[in-house]
Nanobody, 129 residues
Framework: EVQLQASGGGLVQAGGSLRLSCAAS????????VAWFRQAPGKEREGVSM????????YYADSVKGRFTISSDNAKNTMYLQMNRLKPEDTAVYYC??????????????????????WGNGTQVTVSS
């Protein structure tokens, strides 16, 4: 059974840091692109970041560039999102996802069209001011 299990969310003050993890089971990250999305109450889902495990290509939304870092440990079949200098506007439920196509992942992350092959559960991130 394919599963993506996200964890690491919590409550943090503005300026603080959190590291989200997403552990995969039932498939190997080696040939997948993986991404993080977030959705705040009353807002549409937003693509945050992606990394291609085949060539290491990364993408960050402008809103998180320079503050968030995505990484993937293929040996552990786990991806991470290190979030620094958090802001109240980063408050959202964060979801991880994986897809065999890095090209499609870029489109999903940047344009919100199509869908990812696999989605994980959400983890709540709340940043207080």
């Amino acid at each position: 059974e394919v599963q993506l299990q996200a964890s690491g969310g919590g409550l943090v003050q503005a300026g603080g840091s959190l590291r989200l993890s997403c552990a995969a089971s039932g498939f190997s990250f080696d040939y997948y692109a993986v991404a993080w999305f977030r959705q705040a109450p009353g807002k549409e889902r937003e693509g945050v970041s992606m990394i291609s495990n085949t060539d290491g290509h990364t993408y960050y939304a402008d809103s998180v560039k320079g503050r968030f870092t995505i990484s993937s440990d293929n040996a552990k079949n786990t991806m991470y999102l290190q979030m620094n200098r958090l802001k109240p506007e980063d408050t959202a439920v964060y979801y991880c996802a994986a897809d065999r196509s890095a090209q499609k992942t870029i489109v999903v992350v940047t344009q919100g069209i199509y869908d990812m092959d696999y989605w994980g559960n959400g983890t709540q991130v709340t940043v207080s001011s």
